[in-house]
C-alpha cells in the first residue's frame, strides 16, 4: 500500500491499494482473512462505492453470500433509500435499492478504508432499514487517527492494517 500525499486534495494522505491488488497473493490473503473472521453464516456483503466493490465482491463469491452494492447518489436505477453524510473532506449522498436485502439477514458490510466513519456510518443507517443482522464491519485499512472506529463502537470491526 502506497502513500501519496495531497490527493484528492491538499492535506490528504490517500493510500493508495492498487499494489496490493496486484499482488495475487497478497490480495487472496486479504480476502481469505475476512473469510476467517465470518463466524456466522453470511447471507449478503454489503460494500460501498467503489473500491469496496473489490473486496466485498471477492468476499461474498467466497463465502456464497450475495453481493449488494451501496452506490453514489444517481447510479441506482431502481427505487432507493438514501442518506446523506459529511466526509473528511466534503459531503456526499449514499443509496440502496429499497428491495436489496431480506429482513433479518446476516449481513458484513466491507470498505476499503475507515478513516472517520461517516461513509460506513451512513451505509450502516441504510442497512438498518431493512432490519437486518450486521455482524460485523470489514475494512482493508484503518487510519486510527481519525477515530472512525469510535463511532461504530455497536458493530465488531475487522480491520487488516492500521496507520
Same mark, same amino acid.
Given at each position: 500500500i502506497r502513500s501519496i500525499p495531497d490527493f484528492p486534495k491538499n492535506g490528504i494522505l490517500f493510500r493508495d491499494i492498487t499494489p496490493l491488488l496486484l499482488d495475487k497473493k497478497k490480495f487472496k490473503s486479504c &480476502?481469505?482473512? #475476512?473469510? %476467517?473472521? %465470518?463466524? @456466522?453464516?453470511i447471507d449478503t456483503v454489503i460494500s460501498i462505492e467503489s473500491r469496496g466493490f473489490i473486496f466485498g465482491s471477492a468476499l461474498a463469491y467466497a463465502l456464497g453470500a450475495g453481493f449488494v452494492p &451501496?452506490?453514489?447518489?444517481? /447510479?441506482?436505477? *431502481? @427505487? /432507493? #433509500?438514501?442518506? %446523506? *453524510?459529511e466526509l473528511e473532506y466534503g459531503s456526499a449522498v449514499i443509496e440502496i435499492h429499497r428491495d436489496a436485502i431480506k429482513k433479518g439477514s446476516n449481513i458484513v458490510i466491507v470498505d476499503d478504508v475507515l478513516a472517520t466513519g461517516g461513509t460506513v456510518e451512513a451505509a450502516i443507517g441504510l442497512v438498518e432499514k431493512f432490519e437486518a443482522k450486521i455482524l460485523g464491519v470489514y475494512f482493508l485499512i484503518e487510519l486510527e487517527g481519525l477515530k472512525g472506529r469510535a463511532r461504530l463502537s455497536n458493530y465488531p470491526i475487522h480491520a487488516l492494517a492500521s496507520y
Open positions: &480476502i481469505d482473512h #475476512f473469510v %476467517s473472521v %465470518s463466524t @456466522e453464516k &451501496i452506490r453514489k447518489e444517481g /447510479k441506482l436505477p *431502481y @427505487e /432507493k #433509500f438514501q442518506v %446523506s *453524510y
